[in-house]
Structures are given as C-alpha cells and as structure tokens.
C-alpha cells in the first residue's frame, strides 16, 4: 500500500528540488554575472569597492549603443547567421543520407566505417585548422566567409551522422519494406516514411550542428582577419580587446546578445534533442 505524504504539496516539491538547488546556481551564474555586467556604469565595473554581484548606479544601456553603433555587431551576427544555416544545412543533408545507408544497407566494412565516423568526430579542431587553413588558401577562399561554410562540416557531419545512425536503427523495417511494396523507392521511402517518424532525432542533430557553428571559434579566428568578414564570437574577442585594454562592458553586452538566439533556439525544442539524443545514443 502507497504511503500518503503529509504536508502541502508546495513543501513536498520544495523538499524534492531542494537538492537541485546548488547545480542551479552554479549553471546559472555565468550567465547572470554576463547580463549584470552587460548593464553595469564602466565607473562601477571599474571600481574595487563595489559590489561585484549588484547594480549600485542602476541600469545602463551604454555598452549596447556602442556595441551596435560604434563596431559592426550587426555584421557579425549576420555573418554568424549565414555560416550557421549553410553549414547547418549542407551537413544535415550529407548526414541523413550517410546515416540511413550505413543503418539500412548491408556491405563489407559497414560496422567499421560507422565506427570511423565517430572517431573523426574525437579528433580535436586544434589538430586540423592548419591543414584545412591550407586548403582554404590554394582554393581561394582566406578570408572569406564561405572557408567557415565549407570547413565546419568536417566535424558536423561525424557526430550528426553517428547520432542519426542509433535514431534509423530504431525504426522498424517493415514499414520501408511496406512503402516500397507500394511503389516507393529506398529514397522515396526515406523521405515519406522514415524521416516523419525520425523527427526527434532530426531537430536534434539540426540543434547540435546550429549550435557549434554559432559558438565555433578556432577557426573563424585562423581563417578570417577582416573585421566585416568575421563572425559574432571573433568579433566581440578581436575588436573589443585592444592590448592590455578588456571593454569589459562591451564584450559581455556582444556575447549576452550572442547567446540570445541559441537560449530561444533551446527554450523551443529541448525536450526533441534530449529525446533524439538520448534515444539515438542508447538504440544505435
């Protein structure tokens, strides 16, 4: 027989979050400390004897005007905007189709190469922006946007791909065999069968590839130098550090600005990665 707990059912869901207390706040902090520095006077920011953790003059907006009048944030971000959704896109595609063949078809070599794609996945970006910064060279395209476009598929692509593979396996075969029974082909019945059913799994590996674009720093740095060329997370750390000089107020105004699309990004569909994430890394 179930044991009734007494109390109201505030207390009850107080004492049973009670223990998420401490990892709340050790998430949250960082962001919090970002804004509240965002919206800081300089002569407090600046000043030893003030409370790091308030706002003792109040509310200002000064950082965000200089931010959005006085550098080119607004180039940046669309800069960001652009390279995310390209190399979003293009590896979204390249994925699906690699995943569903390696979780669909039977070859020699199947297990080895899906196994491959993820340790490509492992190798840290340190180890390959000089190679890939000279390709980006000999094809001509320094300092442009379109190297990122180009190079941040390289290591999109693996994990989306070893992700996608675990979410195709936990689709029935039947259903395919069904479709193409009817008259679909093996594209056809990726198309109108298992990608409906795989949607969890797909918002998850868009999610995770839009998000490293966006935040990808090494080589938006290597690749590009010009100011209007950069992307959000170079240009607020290029332009707004000059020397010893730290605009303190202004780099986290650009980077509470930065984050602001991901938060909303996530604030949608978090509960599709958390479900195509952990579906697609327990079934593969």
């Known amino acids: ?12 869901f107080v004492m049973d979050h009670f223990g998420l207390l401490p990892f709340l706040v050790f998430a949250l902090f960082p962001a919090f400390f970002m804004i509240l520095t965002a919206f800081k006077h300089n002569s407090e920011l600046y000043d030893l004897e003030a409370i790091p953790f308030w706002l003792r003059e109040g509310v200002t907006l000064d950082h965000f005007h200089f931010l959005f009048v006085k550098t080119q944030f607004l180039r940046w971000l669309l ?75 390289t290591f999109l692509i693996p994990f989306s791909t070893w992700l996608l593979m675990g979410y195709f396996r936990t689709v029935p075969r039947e259903i395919e065999e069904c479709a193409m029974v009817d008259g679909c082909g093996r594209i056809g019945a990726l198309i109108r069968v298992v990608l409906p ?78 479900a195509g994430l952990t579906t697609g890394s327990v079934k593969g």
């Open 1 to 12: 027989m179930a044991k009734v707990r007494k109390g109201s059912p505030f207390r009850h």
């Open 79 to 153: 800069n960001s905007v652009m390279v995310a959704v390209v190399a979003t896109g293009a590896s979204f595609v390249i994925s699906v189709m690699a995943a569903y063949s390696l979780a669909r078809l039977r070859f020699r070599g199947v297990n080895f190469l899906g196994t491959a794609i993820f340790v490509i996945y492992l190798v840290p970006p340190t180890l390959l922006f000089l190679p890939l910064g000279r390709v980006v060279y000999n094809i001509g395209l320094a300092d442009n946007v379109l190297s990122l476009m180009i190079t941040y598929p």
């Open 197 to 274: 059913v795989t949607v969890p799994g797909l918002i998850c590996a868009i999610l995770f590839s839009f998000t490293l674009s966006w935040n990808e720093f090494i080589y938006a740095l290597t690749f590009i130098s010009q100011s209007t060329q950069k992307t959000a997370t170079v240009g607020v750390a290029a332009e707004l550090v000059r020397g010893d000089v730290f605009h303190w107020g202004e780099i986290m105004a650009g980077a509470s600005t930065g984050s602001l699309p991901i938060v909303l990004i996530y604030a949608f569909f978090l509960d599709y990665y958390v």
